[in-house]
T-cell receptor
Framework: RKEVEQDPGPFNVPEGATVAFNCTYSNSASQSFFWYRQDCRKEPKLLMSVYSSGNEDGRFTAQLNRASQYISLLIRDSKLSDSATYLCVVTEGAGSYQLTFGKGTKLSVIP | SQTIHQWPATLVQPVGSPLSLECTVEGTSNPNLYWYRQAAGRGLQLLFY??????ISSEVPQNLSASRPQDRQFILSSKKLLLSDSGFYLC????????????FGPGTRLTVL
């Protein structure tokens, strides 16, 4: 069974803190990797794709380690608006139409 | 730009009643379309996906069905709802020529009593 595992949290951090989320996936054939953000009672929204070389988007940095089948998301200078659940997502494999979602890590940024 | 609509936003239905949820996409042609369910405290579960009109693939056995009568319309149905059908139903679309990124609609929150 193909799985994506995440620490459910919650992570409670003060404003301005740096926080890191980790994710492991079991399917070595997975080709694409993403982080989605889901606010309470809302739909998931794409935060960023994750590339082998690592990528950064403002305060957010994503890393991929294919050998260890491990993905991470780093958030610097946390804002109150970053409070949400962060979903780790991987594709099933080459040419697959399916995504496998982790259950998410809940982040609460505290004033 | 592309937009995706779902309705209704919320629904309360008795056990044994029928269900019809609709999803439409604007601003793109021949999208891949997906139905997911998110039960309370659980991850997203893929229910159905479609790569074209009339083409439906089911991921889990259940009392739900899906149809795609038009290119940008995806419908989720049930003849008789169960208590276990309660959840947050999300429709998503993705580009037909790419098999990865998916974009979600606002969802329908279904409560079966």
């Amino acid at each position: 069974r193909k799985e994506v595992e995440q620490d459910p949290g919650p992570f409670n951090v003060p404003e301005g803190a740096t926080v890191a989320f980790n994710c492991t996936y079991s399917n070595s054939a997975s080709q694409s990797f993403f982080w989605y953000r889901q606010d309470c009672r809302k739909e998931p929204k794409l935060l960023m794709s994750v590339y082998s070389s690592g990528n950064e988007d403002g305060r957010f940095t994503a890393q991929l380690n294919r050998a260890s089948q491990y993905i991470s998301l780093l958030i610097r200078d946390s804002k109150l608006s970053d409070s949400a659940t962060y979903l780790c997502v991987v594709t099933e494999g080459a040419g697959s139409y399916q995504l496998t979602f982790g259950k998410g890590t809940k982040l609460s940024v505290i004033p | 730009s592309q937009t995706i609509h779902q309705w209704p936003a919320t629904l309360v239905q008795p056990v044994g009643s029928p269900l019809s949820l609709e999803c439409t996409v604007e601003g793109t042609s021949n999208p891949n379309l997906y139905w997911y369910r998110q039960a309370a405290g659980r991850g997203l579960q893929l229910l159905f996906y479609s790569v074209g009109i009339g083409q439906i693939s089911s991921e889990v056995p259940q009392n739900l069905s899906a149809s795609r009568p038009q290119d940008r319309q995806f419908i989720l149905s049930s003849k008789k709802l169960l208590l276990s059908d309660s959840g947050f139903y999300l429709c998503a679309w993705g580009l037909a020529l790419a098999t990865d990124t998916q974009y979600f609609g606002p969802g329908t929150r279904l409560t079966v009593l």
